[in-house]
Antibody
Framework: QVQLVESGGGVVQPGGSLRLSCAASGFTFSSYGMHWVRQAPGKGLEWVAFIRYDGSNKYYADSVKGRFTISRDNSKNTLYLQMNSLRAEDTAVYYC?????????????WGQGTLVTVSS | EIVLTQSPGTLSLSPGERATLSCRASQSVSSSYLAWYQQKPGQAPRLLIY???SRATGIPDRFSGSGSGTDFTLTISRLEPEDFAVYYCQQYGSSQFTFGPGTKVDIK
């Protein structure tokens, strides 16, 4: 079955950096676009970034543009999110999710999430 | 950026009742790119509906989606105890994906 497992979360000081990983299994990773979505404590869902199946297109939310970088290694079936210049408002559970089909249709399934806390 | 508004914010209903959730977009959305998700406390979201009206794999037929343009609806025909959760709509357009703020369906 399709499985997505995030890792790399933790506590980081404001201005610091962190890299999240999402290990994928159970499907042909290199054939699907992937997303990062976050959820601040007690809040709703916020889309963060998207990368096309081959890495040719990357889109970002305005709130993270210039600070976060999405990437993938199709040989390792792994998705990444490099987060720099972190702010308190970046504190959230970060989920990776697979595109259901095509380039932009649906987020399915989702990983279990990894918590990032930005605090001094 | 297309902004999604969901109403009501909270819907208090009893098991067996019908739930109607609304999602309104600030500008027209392609139906192909409108989806609905369910999230229970402490869990990741789950895709319910994609393409505005297609049920995802394993989703019971009591869940249905409809709408076009700027107005979309998620209907749960008869609420089961496991349906009490938060529901989000989501769209794609112009290289941006956005989620609505969510509707909480709780037990009356």
């Amino acid at each position: 079955q399709v499985q997505l497992v995030e890792s790399g979360g933790g506590v980081v000081q404001p201005g610091g950096s962190l890299r999240l990983s999402c290990a994928a299994s159970g499907f042909t990773f290199s054939s699907y676009g992937m997303h990062w979505v976050r959820q601040a404590p007690g809040k709703g869902l916020e889309w963060v970034a998207f990368i096309r199946y081959d890495g040719s297109n990357k889109y970002y939310a305005d709130s993270v543009k210039g600070r976060f970088t999405i990437s993938r290694d199709n040989s390792k079936n792994t998705l990444y999110l490099q987060m720099n210049s972190l702010r308190a408002e970046d504190t959230a559970v970060y989920y990776c999710a697979k595109v259901k089909y095509g380039d932009y249709v649906g987020f399915d399934p989702w990983g279990q999430g990894t918590l990032v806390t930005v605090s001094s | 950026e297309i902004v999604l508004t969901q109403s009501p914010g909270t819907l208090s209903l009893s098991p067996g009742e019908r739930a109607t959730l609304s999602c309104r977009a600030s500008q027209s959305v392609s139906s192909s790119y409108l989806a609905w998700y369910q999230q229970k406390p402490g869990q990741a979201p789950r895709l319910l509906i994609y393409g505005a009206s297609s049920r995802a794999t394993g989703i019971p037929d009591r869940f249905s989606g409809s709408g076009s343009g700027t107005d979309f609806t998620l209907t749960i025909s008869r609420l089961e105890p496991e349906d009490f959760a938060v529901y989000y709509c989501q769209q794609y357009g112009s290289s941006q994906f956005t989620f609505g703020p969510g509707t909480k369906v709780d037990i009356k």
